[in-house]
């Protein structure tokens, strides 16, 4: 069964501390990985999306890592703000025919000042 | 650019009312999808078309819910008669699907949180 797992379920750091977010799937086959940001009342925003070659992708303090081989991914956030306090969704994509996503249920995330 | 434009943002209704959702994608996407929210099962695809066609409706709960698309600039998500469970946040979004089946990334509009008393 294609599964996306996150850990942990919720996280609290201090601003400017480092954290982890931690993906594990089953989906197969594997086109991509993505990473979304989703503020309390919106919509999800992508933050990046990595392929089957790619290792590691950064867009701003935001460090996504990808090993296909263990089918395991990390979102690293380094010098956490405020405005990072959001829950923060792993999704796959099987690709093929259909560009149907999986997603996991998140990590939220909590910087305090 | 305008993003994905979803209307209303809040819905209340009373069980067994019709609710229609309503959703605008980005201009030039071909791919819309239809997604539910709760804290308990986070997100869930209902379905999703592609240039207009629905594609897999397989994540649609019941007969109750229905999403049509009649044009490319438009789309609609409608539950009658409606319940208490379906209360959630439901999402729209939209990309631009490349040949070769591999999803674009996918813009999603703010959400219509519905609650159904």
């Known amino acids: 069964k294609n599964q996306v797992e996150q850990s942990p379920q919720s996280l609290i750091i201090l601003e400017g501390k480092n954290c982890t977010l931690q993906?594990?799937?089953?989906?197969?086959?594997?086109?991509?990985l993505r990473w979304y940001k989703q503020d309390t009342g919106r919509g999800p925003v992508s933050l990046t999306i990595m392929t089957f070659s790619e290792n590691t992708k950064s867009n701003g303090r935001y460090t996504a890592t990808l090993d296909a081989d263990t089918k395991q991914s990390s979102l690293h956030i380094t010098a956490s703000q405020l405005s990072d306090s959001a829950s923060y969704i792993c999704v796959v994509s099987p690709g093929g025919a259909t560009n149907k996503l999986i997603f996991g249920t998140g990590t939220l995330l909590a910087v305090q000042p | 650019d305008a993003g994905v434009i979803q209307s209303p943002r809040h819905e209340v209704t009373e069980m067994g009312q019709e609710v229609t959702l309503r959703c605008k994608p980005i201009?030039?996407?071909?791919?819309l999808f239809w997604y539910r929210q709760t804290m308990m099962r986070g997100l869930e695809l209902l379905i999703y078309?592609?240039?207009?066609?629905?594609?897999?409706d397989s994540g649609m709960p019941e007969d109750r819910f229905s999403a049509k698309m009649p044009n490319a600039s438009f789309s609609t998500l409608k539950i009658q008669p409606s319940e208490p469970r379906d209360s959630a946040v439901y999402f729209c979004?939209?990309?631009?699907?490349?040949?070769?089946?591999?999803?674009?990334?996918?813009?999603f509009g703010p959400g219509t949180r519905l609650t159904v008393l």
């Open positions: 993906c594990n799937y089953t989906v197969s086959p594997f086109s991509n």
């Open positions: 078309f592609n240039n207009n066609v629905p594609i897999d």
């Open positions: 201009s030039g996407h071909n791919s």
């Open positions: 979004a939209s990309s631009t699907r490349t040949s070769g089946g591999a999803g674009d990334t996918q813009y």
